[in-house]
């Protein structure tokens, strides 16, 4: 049973229900507020017992061990007698608290307030409001003033102190100026020797359109900064001052949108006047245009799907093959899921590729060629078969992704490398267990892309490792990589990143957490999916989400809704609903006319959902397909490696097929 412990109001433990544990009386609290304190490291009886009492009672070493006892069954009441306490533990003299650092909220608030040293506002905002909702109280609140806590309850109120200024920042940073003036004003009345905190005020309420106000804050500063400390405020208060005064340009946000909009207005009216009717510049200036608008979201994205197949269209109808492999190649979007969102249109672009290479003179346009190649590896996911050709060759997709890699190292050229690699990842589904080697591509993108200033396919590096981390059990690793990539995408304003993080984020949350936070976590997931213009990834994930949630965590299937849309997921998950369903007949049915899963992120986890229901009916044959094909990936996490789902080690699944029917 996994605990957390509670520090930032009265100390206090809970069970994986969030459910709080009998920790008795105040005694048993304050030994585990010592050992929380020690941060993982052992705690000497002498020391607890001088912490615990003025004067320790001649008694103490005893009443310590009958605390540490009423503890240890307070925090393991399934722990059968006789065996070692697997959280509390004696060591040498002493004792020592072994919990992972997520398990602690003081440990975990600290951990969120420093990973967002370079973040951005929005992801500022929103990681910030969470963590400071953990307090519910000061922290150790029902220790006093005891000396061992001083330190600690003045460090752990000084971060809070700093994370709600930083949250109040990040909301006037956003343009949600009048959101952040009712917790200022709060803060600076409770803390009114913080001059960054009076900033702030006067800044959010200027910018709420009350200048008076902020004017009267910035001289009730003053005043309180004279009367109480002694002290005049600082240069930057009184510079915050003259400039309210004088309405300050730079103290307006709309003023630099404004700058903006004038630029935008001036220099496109310019390009339009330049230009003219030059079809072809043209051409090329909107696929570049598309580029950009792929990445700002659901519509963007939609829009620049639809465009860019009239684009292509209008450069073959201008009969120049060089143009048309530059218009074809120039929409390098980093793609970082396996199932096309449009399969037509992506089977269309192929053919116009395929097309235009034939028409490329031999041995030139190495470049064009290298882009046409690696837009063939990338459309060709999903789509199209992977693996090997009936001759024993490669198959067109992964040969294409192997030529294009092939001639952007000859030619040294890191945006076509990167773009390149990205087919190259789009064609490592070829079998089970390829996780190590998808890490190791998203390792190459990464860092060849943060050398040359390639910001997209960096984050599609950081996307790609999530992914291959999940699948490696490692999530540590992958939380690293999901804090990067937030913070390259508020930088960069990159929206559509946060559709993967926040799936990864409710995958995490159903690997560590109750079956109710985890079903919560991918509810939230699903919104943030919504309108993201992404059908191939959207269909049929949430029903499976839930599916799997369910099965991971041994719950009954009965609230799982058969007629929900599975998309393209329904005829390997319909056996398994079948056979839970006592259909066994029906299912064995099902069995039979289901075909293996298509190579890719999903692979895994639908030949687990396939083992369970053969499993369940006694089918033999499928049960040994199913071993042969989830052997390779015996190390890895079944469906982690689409950053999205997961149930569990498939190590646990070839378990279940080598004990054969249940």
């Not at 951005?120 to 953990?134: F, K, N, T, V």
Request: aromatic share 6%; charged share 25%; hydrophobic share 45%.
């Amino acid at each position: 049973m996994r605990v957390e412990f509670g520090v930032l109001g009265a100390v206090t433990a809970w069970d994986e229900a969030g459910q709080p544990l009998p920790l008795k009386g105040p005694r048993h609290r304050a030994v585990l507020a010592r050992l929380i304190l020690a941060r993982r490291r052992v705690v000497p009886v002498t020391r607890l017992a001088e912490d615990l009492w003025d004067e320790p009672p001649g008694n103490a070493v005893s009443s310590l061990r009958t605390f540490v006892g009423d503890l240890r069954r307070a925090l393991e009441p399934d722990r059968p007698p006789r065996t070692p306490p697997r959280l509390l533990i004696t060591e040498g003299s002493g004792y020592v608290l072994r919990v992972p650092k997520d398990d602690v909220d003081a440990w975990r608030f600290e951990q969120a307030v420093d990973s967002l040293a370079e973040a951005g506002p929005a992801r500022a905002a929103d990681r910030l409001c969470e963590a400071l909702g953990w307090w519910r109280g000061p922290a150790f609140a029902d220790f006093g003033d005891e000396r061992w806590l001083r330190s600690e309850r003045s460090r752990l109120s000084e971060l809070r102190l700093h994370a709600v200024e930083r949250l109040a920042n990040a909301r006037i940073s956003l343009g949600r100026a009048a959101e952040a003036v009712p917790d200022l004003d709060a803060h600076v009345t409770d803390h009114p020797w913080r001059e960054d905190a009076w900033w702030l005020l006067a800044l959010a309420l200027y910018r709420s359109g009350r200048q008076a106000d902020a004017l009267s804050v910035l001289r009730r500063a003053r005043s309180m900064l004279r009367d109480q400390l002694g002290v005049d405020p600082g240069p930057r208060l009184r510079r915050l001052e003259e400039d309210v005064l004088q309405q300050a340009d730079h103290l307006d946000p709309d003023a630099a949108a404004a700058s903006v909009d004038r630029v935008w207005a001036e220099a496109t009216a310019a390009y339009e006047g330049v230009l003219g009717s030059r079809a072809r510049t043209r051409l090329e200036s909107t696929v570049g245009l598309m580029r950009d608008l792929a990445v700002t979201g659901g519509g963007g994205l939609e829009a620049a799907r639809r465009h860019r197949v009239a684009a292509v269209a209008a450069a073959e109808q201008l009969d120049d093959p060089d143009l048309t492999a530059r218009v074809i190649g120039a929409y390098d979007v980093p793609a970082i899921w396996t199932r096309s969102d449009d399969p037509e249109q992506a089977r269309w672009l192929v053919e116009a590729a395929e097309r235009t290479l034939r028409s490329l003179p031999p041995g030139a346009h190495e470049a064009a060629r290298c882009r046409l190649l690696a837009t063939i590896a990338v459309e060709s996911r999903g789509a199209l078969p992977v693996g090997e050709a009936p001759s024993g060759a490669p198959a067109r997709p992964l040969q294409a992704a192997g030529q294009a890699e092939e001639i952007a190292r000859r030619l040294d050229d890191a945006g076509l490398l990167a773009f390149a690699l990205n087919g190259t990842f789009m064609q490592s589904f070829r079998r089970a267990g390829l996780a190590g080697r998808r890490d190791a591509i998203g390792g190459e993108i990464e860092a060849l892309s943060a050398h040359h200033g390639l910001v997209r396919y960096e984050v599609l590096g950081h996307l790609i490792r999530i992914q291959a981390r999940c699948a490696l059990a490692d999530l540590a690793g992958a939380d690293r990589h999901a804090t990067a990539v937030d913070e390259l995408a508020t930088r960069h304003d990159l929206p559509l990143v946060s559709v993967f993080t926040t799936w990864y984020r409710a995958l995490r949350t159903a690997t560590t957490s109750s079956l109710a936070a985890a079903e919560d976590a991918y509810e939230e997931a699903a919104g943030a999916l919504r309108g993201a213009g992404m059908p191939g990834l959207e269909r049929g994930l949430l029903p499976l989400a839930r599916l799997c949630v369910r099965l991971r965590h041994g719950a009954p299937l009965d609230g799982v809704d058969e007629g929900a849309d599975w998309g393209p997921y329904e005829r390997w998950v319909r056996p398994l609903l079948l056979a839970e369903g006592g259909r066994a007949g029906e299912a064995r049915a099902a069995l039979r006319a289901v075909s293996s899963p298509p190579r890719d992120l999903m692979f895994e986890a639908l030949w687990c959902l396939t083992a369970r229901a053969a499993v369940a009916v006694g089918d033999r044959d499928v049960m040994e397909r199913a071993r042969t094909q989830l052997l390779p990936a015996a190390d890895e996490v079944a469906g982690a490696g689409s950053g999205l789902i997961t149930l569990g080690p498939v190590a646990e699944c070839l378990a279940v097929l080598e004990g054969g029917p249940r």
